[in-house]
């Protein structure tokens, strides 16, 4: 059995602690440092409720060590509550069971055990303020960009897992830093599996504790219409990288958030209705010229837990590259692409079984990533400005 054992938050300061407990008895740990906000009159039964949606989802970083079906919870769930967070462990974790070679049987399935709760009418008597969670990718910035342009008050927030953040958020505003500190300790100590979580929601989780500490009345992510194609299925459970940012995933936590937390406080997306082709576009043609140089799609370079990623960078050898250069190409000159990846990704042959995944050409599976959906890159690729070479396949 997987235990969660309790959550609690330091109201002195703003520090969140997690425990869980795994198969072997071992007790995992997280600290998440909230930045503090002007004021401390929020609202602590709101606080908890959000407390206990993050208590739930990042437990999926221990989880995956040592994976059950049978999970132990502080509290009661009903229906709806015990299908969502099945979902997240189930769907969410969908690319980590494929790795592990586990079916949905084998992963975690939550009960319901108390009658439906009544949607909440709590309300956090919110500022009419914005928390814009920037990354420092052409996504996250052009959602920030559209934010600023609508001239409503924000706050700009980063999730770190090592005090880190990118510098170019400094320069759109000092940011609201949230600071996980991942039990690497025990993880080391339990071994067992190792794989892809749904950080999207565990990263929206964490924004709206940070929300309601500065009476935010929205968080702002910057996602398109992503996860569409999944990669592969095991028996009826879709594989896909991107559960966490479909629009059911965003659904799902949206209906959650307004049911259980706060009415007032939503999460959502203004480019939602865009596919990554439509934002690369829009990227090209508002933010290129602004954040060349400063800004990166890349996971590899930047964002693993103990990378320093002050400055951006692209390390120009994964999917994540591949797939940027191709969004790009129809609508940035070669020259410009040139100076950032120093040299023509198509012309790389150590590219071109990635280039298979992201075109689907040969049967080579679609890598596990943030990506385009294969006809969007098809297009791009068909539509590339000239000076870009030819791609041996």
Known sequence: ???????????????????????????FSEKVKFSHPDFTNYNEKILDRALFLAFIIL??????AEPTTEVKLPKDLDEAEAT???????EGLSQYAFENHLTRANLAHFKANKPLEN??????????????MVSGGKDSLLSFEKVKASGVDYEVSYISANGAYPSILDELKTPLIIN????????????????????TLINEALSLIQAILIKANHIEFGIGREGLEPHAWIDD???NHQWS???????LIKNYIKAYVAKDITVGSNLENLTELEIAKEFALKCWDKYEGKFSSCNVANYKQDENNKTLKWCGKCAKCANSYLLFCPFVPYEKQLKIFGRDLFEDPELTEIFKGLLGIDGVMKPFECIASIDELRWAYEHKLPGYGELEV
């Not at 609690?8 to 795994?22: K, L, M, P, S």
């Not at 437990?59 to 995956?64: E, L, P």
């Not at 025990?186 to 190792?194: D, F, I, R, S, Y």
């Open 245 to 251: 940012k479909t629009e059911e995933a965003q659904k």
């Open 1 to 27: 059995m997987f235990t969660f054992l309790d959550y609690n938050f330091n109201r002195d300061n703003y520090e969140a602690t997690f425990r869980y407990q795994g198969k072997d008895n071992i007790i």
């Open 180 to 199: 996980r500190t991942i039990d690497k300790e025990n993880l080391k100590k339990a071994g067992g599996l190792n794989g892809h979580v749904p950080v």
């Open 237 to 239: 459970l879709p594989v």
């Open 59 to 64: 437990g999926t970083s221990y989880y995956k």
């Open 119 to 132: 949607s909440t009418t709590n309300t956090v008597n919110t500022s009419d303020k914005t928390l814009c």
């Open 84 to 90: 969502f967070f099945s979902k997240i462990y189930q």
